[in-house]
């Protein structure tokens, strides 16, 4: 086996798992100065990371929980966010159409009023209440709205940007890269991973272990010979994508019979977003999908709200995540804890192993931020809490540095050129770098997608698979016929297999011969 004569300890930290909770770890533990390595056995945000509402937000019906500490942490990262990525991410009004047979009027305000004090605001602005007009696009019976604010996210974008970061910093991310299995001796890890795209097999050794492995996190104890007491409860949400069901900026949040909400979003300028649902699940989390039952329970939820009509026929794209719940034993899916744990297993003070239970993609850093502090007992030379006022790569204000990129590059689009920005901020520089003419941009893949933009993205966003690129690193599924997609497909596998032949791709058995 690869590495066994090795005798220094390779990494201070292996992170498993490439999803918002493993690389936010990745990122803060590097940013303190340990040598980090991040395995992902798919696509980073390749599962449940990828498939949330895409949503910054402290989550107002926690608060019926009694989920107080949850949502003041969630409400405080909000801002905390729209500044380490301001470039994918920007505050979001929310309208909740009132209905005193679900919830009385003092009961939303009160919730609205917790939900603007839990926490200091700067940026977004506190809740009102307010009255339809005739433009409404809510249907005449509902007389009050409630108005309040919270954050949308490109969630799969902001797995990448913490992955970058964790790179910028020195640190090693390998997706496509399992980890089979791993034992203690001699005070150190021995961690053996298996390459997929290439079926190597290379054994590492850290001196700590993150299982940040989501729906997959007792598996791999498993694979680790460690027991728990913990466990998680996996419960899937659904999204539908439809067109548009009304104009305007302001997404809505709906409530239902069942005690449950559901956001209408909206989403790439021309279409909605709706979900979620909540069902239980047990099998493959990477084999989980929206049911008939669930596509026409969200339509109808739309359906008793809004003047404009939807069905299943209209549903344009769909997406289904399984989210790792941390297990507290609730009767019903709806109120189990969103909140997260830790269980950390040592030998001796040495080889930790810190398992992550739960968590949201809101408080990922906060989670991160206590997990390192968690861990800061083995590693006395490493620096203290500093991502909070940290900010990801190519963090930039869109507005301005958008002008800038129309100046720069003239003779760009503005379509191409606001996406662009929207998606890569200031790294656009980086992308266009040497390029000069719409020529330069090459092969046309459709939908203002670009060769330029495709190598850019194998070599310097780990896009291995077509899929990774069209529903992950972009949203450009929604616009490339399935023709052009094919075509797409064969050049990034082309490419990724050439890489791969020559040595440029780098893999975890390059790095440790």
């Not at 939900?115 to 019976?141: C, E, F, K, M, V």
């Not at 739960?358 to 390192?372: P, S």
Request: proline share 4%.
């Amino acid at each position: 086996m690869v590495g066994l004569a090795r005798q220094a300890i390779d990494y201070d930290l292996l992170v498993i798992g490439g999803g918002i909770n493993g690389v936010g770890i990745a990122y803060d533990a590097s940013g303190r100065g340990l040598k980090v390595c991040l395995c992902e056995m798919g696509d980073l945000a390749g599962a449940t990371s990828s498939c949330s509402s895409k949503l910054i937000h402290g989550g107002l019906r926690y608060l019926e929980q009694y989920e107080f500490r949850l949502v003041r942490e969630a409400l405080a990262e909000r801002e905390t966010l729209l500044k380490m990525a301001p470039h994918i991410s920007w505050p979001l009004s929310f309208h909740l159409p009132h209905q005193s047979e679900l919830r009385p009027a003092w009961m939303v305000q009160l919730g609205l009023f917790l939900y603007d004090h839990l926490s200091r605001r700067n940026t977004l602005p506190g809740s009102r209440r307010i009255s339809p007009n005739a433009n409404s696009p809510l249907q005449d019976t509902f007389e009050t709205v409630f108005e309040y604010s919270d954050v949308w996210v490109d969630d799969a974008r902001l797995v990448l940007l913490n992955a970058q970061g964790v790179r910028e910093r020195g640190g090693v991310i390998y997706t496509r890269t399992k980890v089979v299995s791993g034992f203690r001796s001699n005070n150190v890890w021995h961690i053996t991973l298996e390459d997929l795209l290439t079926g190597k097999i290379t054994e590492v050794t850290s001196k700590s272990l993150v299982n940040a492995a989501g729906p997959w996190v007792a598996d791999v104890l498993t694979g680790l010979s460690v027991t728990s007491e913990k466990r998680v409860r996996l419960v899937k949400g659904s999204h539908i994508v439809v067109p548009a069901v009304y104009q305007g900026a302001q997404a809505y949040i709906l409530q239902n019979k069942d005690k449950r909400i559901v956001f209408v979003i909206p989403f790439l300028e021309n279409y909605s977003l709706i979900g979620t649902t909540e069902v239980e699940y047990s099998g493959n989390p990477l084999l989980a999908a929206c049911s008939e039952h669930e596509r026409e329970y969200l339509c109808q939820i739309v359906n008793d709200h809004f003047k404009s009509t939807t069905s299943v026929k209209d549903i344009i794209w769909e997406y289904s995540g399984v989210r790792p719940l941390f297990e507290d034993d609730s009767s019903d899916a709806r109120t189990v804890t969103r909140d997260y744990s830790f269980e950390l297993n040592d030998d001796n003070g040495m080889t930790p192993l810190l398992s992550i239970f739960g968590g949201k993609l809101t408080t990922y850093r906060k989670l991160a931020e206590h997990a390192m502090n968690r861990l800061a007992i083995y590693f006395p030379k490493a620096t203290g809490e500093w991502t909070k006022e940290s900010l990801l790569p190519g963090a930039v204000k869109t507005e301005k540095y958008l002008v800038n990129v129309k100046e720069s590059f003239p003779w760009l689009p503005e379509q191409i050129a606001t996406r662009y920005v929207y998606s890569y901020g200031a790294l656009v520089h980086e992308l266009l770098d040497g390029v000069t003419c719409i020529g330069d941009l090459g092969i046309d893949f459709g939908a203002g997608l670009f060769q330029c933009e495709v190598d850019y993205l194998i070599n310097k966003e780990w896009v291995m698979e077509v899929d990774d690129l069209l529903w992950r690193r972009s949203k450009l599924g929604l616009s490339l016929s399935p023709q052009e997609s094919d075509v797409l497909a064969d050049y990034i596998r082309s490419n990724v297999q050439r890489a791969l032949s020559t040595g440029m791709l780098n893999r975890i058995n390059q790095a440790h011969v």
